[in-house]
């Protein structure tokens, strides 16, 4: 059973180090989270997952921790986050906390202890080969680095050597069974890690690599599963309302392992990438569903979406998003008009959805060097733009000292230029946000049944008593069906509906009643 308030919670995702700097050292900061707030509540949001605030050596932005209980010192102390707890909960905000239960950073005292030759409690909290010429084999490792004459096993970049949750099948003899003791110890500290924060007030987690604990899994992950299985009962009996939501994008294993969520994550060629970001396999083409006369088609996402919300919609939800600090911001290849229908359709499906910060004013994706192991990711990670002051109002530090450069550009939007503009993008995010709100067939668990879905007509869809539709096309596109709703309680663009026909212009949705 999930989390009753998720039913009616739609997430903002913040990328702490560029929301809102209040000591102008150039980096955002859990102050300035908490200066927010009132923000994002007035936006629509009533819950935030904060990427990885913990005390780290930034080789992975942050998802390399040095130590879980501790906030790293760029974005304040520990009691500032757990002031955020509570100002947050006040305004009727949930927060997440993000998780990384699969590697540490190189520099986490476990590790420190794991690598010294001398055995003790962290030996094996790591997932080392028995001798320094012996290799991982098949996984990626790292060896000559350690007093230990032995090599280690790599989750993610080098500095994320990965925690020991043990193996399914065990083929190597430096390999332990899942039930090993050192095993289960991973777990508890993991456990023990999530509690440290839950009773400070945090409302659960995103999980990142969720499907990565358990090694030499099987097809189902039942390794990986059965370890989240427990750490769920956990949850259970001691923070029944706390919620987890997996990196995992595979709602069918995700959910039955115990989460409460899983993404749907673009995958070059995916369902959901298909969505808004169909433009890397077709010679400088865009074949995204909502670019304006692509031509797309929707059930290259229905296809997949509708299998997973079939099997998944009575045991937890399917979370879409806007963007995530892993991805391009779907502002690069689409135009405010186009995001608008995209994100009226994203924040109308079922399930529980996520806004990545910027993206409700369309924040541009940059082209800049990478930042702490950002790469590509870099260009979406830029501080918040708030107003046309120094730094697009972000900090009032020097321009040089800023964690990554604001957008030059002279027509960058900002929250103040958007609120002025009626008919801005964020108008039309935060008229969304506040129908959902208001109308409870629009929310999470909601009965969603597919209407028309053929190419060249809008497509239209049911949640509850309600009926939604959507063209993105720049021609006018009817479509014949037999449906009673006829009073229009919401439109973007125009629409037109009279016995059983509907039409929408080019470019428009529609929430009829
Ligand atoms: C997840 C995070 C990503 C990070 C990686 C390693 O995919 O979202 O930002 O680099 O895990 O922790
Ligand atoms: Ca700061």
Redesign the pocket.
């Known amino acids: 059973m999930s989390a009753a308030w998720l039913k009616d919670t739609v997430f903002y995702e913040i990328y702490p180090q560029s929301f809102y700097d209040t000591n102008g050292d150039g980096i955002g900061d859990i102050k300035g989270i908490i200066e927010k707030l009132d923000y994002i509540k007035d936006l629509g949001c009533n819950a935030l997952w904060i990427n990885p605030c913990f005390d780290s050596p930034f080789k ?2 942050g ?1 390399d921790v040095r130590d879980y209980k501790k906030v790293a010192d760029r974005y304040g102390t520990n009691e500032d986050l757990y002031r955020l707890f509570e100002e947050a909960h006040k305004k009727g905000i949930r927060v997440l906390l993000d998780l ?1 239960p ?2 540490t950073s190189e520099e986490h005292e476990w590790f420190r202890q794991s690598q010294k030759a001398e055995k003790n409690e962290y030996s094996d909290r790591y997932i080392w080969t028995t001798f320094c010429f012996e290799g991982a084999e098949g996984f990626p490792y790292v060896g000559g680095e350690s007093e230990r004459s032995a090599t280690y096993m790599l ?3 080098k500095c ?1 050597p990965a925690l020991n949750y043990g193996f399914r099948q065990v083929t190597k003899h430096w390999q332990l069974p899942i039930h090993h003791p050192a095993a289960l110890a991973t777990r508890e500290a993991m456990k023990d890690v999530m509690r440290f924060w839950l009773s400070h007030g945090c409302d659960g987690f995103r999980v ?2 969720a499907a990565s604990l358990v090694k030499n899994d099987d097809e189902k992950k039942s390794g990986t599963s059965a370890v989240w299985l427990d750490i769920r009962r956990m949850l259970d009996l001691e923070f029944p309302d706390a919620a987890m939501v997996a ?1 995992w994008s595979n709602p069918p294993l995700a959910l039955r392992a115990g989460y409460d969520m899983d993404f749907y994550l673009n995958e070059r060629g995916n369902g959901y990438s298909t969505l808004f970001r169909d433009y890397e396999n077709h010679q400088g083409e865009d074949h995204s569903y909502f670019k304006k006369d692509a031509g797309g088609n929707i059930n290259r996402f229905l296809d997949q979406y509708l299998q997973w919300y079939q099997d998944t919609k009575d045991i937890g939800y399917i979370s879409l998003l806007s963007c ?3 991805t391009l911001r779907p502002r690069y290849n689409m135009d405010e008009s186009e995001l608008k229908l995209a994100y009226a359709f994203l924040y109308t499906l079922p399930g529980v959805p996520f806004l990545y910060y910027g993206d409700e004013i369309g924040m541009r994706y940059q082209n800049i060097p990478t930042k702490e ?1 950002g790469y590509f ?1 870099t260009g979406s990670r830029t501080p918040m733009q708030w107003d046309r002051s120094a730094n697009l109002g972000f900090s009032t530090g020097c321009a040089e000292d800023l964690y990554l450069p604001v957008d030059d550009a002279e027509d960058a939007p900002t929250v103040a230029s958007q609120e002025a503009d009626p008919d801005s993008l964020y108008h039309t995010v935060k008229e969304i946000l506040a129908l959902r709100h208001s109308q409870e067939d629009l929310q999470a668990d909601a009965p969603f049944r597919v209407i028309c879905s053929e190419p060249g007509k809008p497509f239209v869809y049911q949640r509850g008593s309600l009926l939604l539709a959507v063209n993105p096309d720049s021609a006018s596109k009817t479509v014949k069906a037999a449906f009673t709703q006829n009073r229009i309680l919401y439109q973007i663009g125009s629409a037109s509906c009279k016995e059983g026909s509907l039409t929408l212009a080019g470019q428009s949705f529609v929430v009829l009643k």
């Open positions: 992975d932005a998802y990384v699969g590697h989750n993610f970049f994320q990142d690599m990196e995530n600090h892993d192991g990711r």
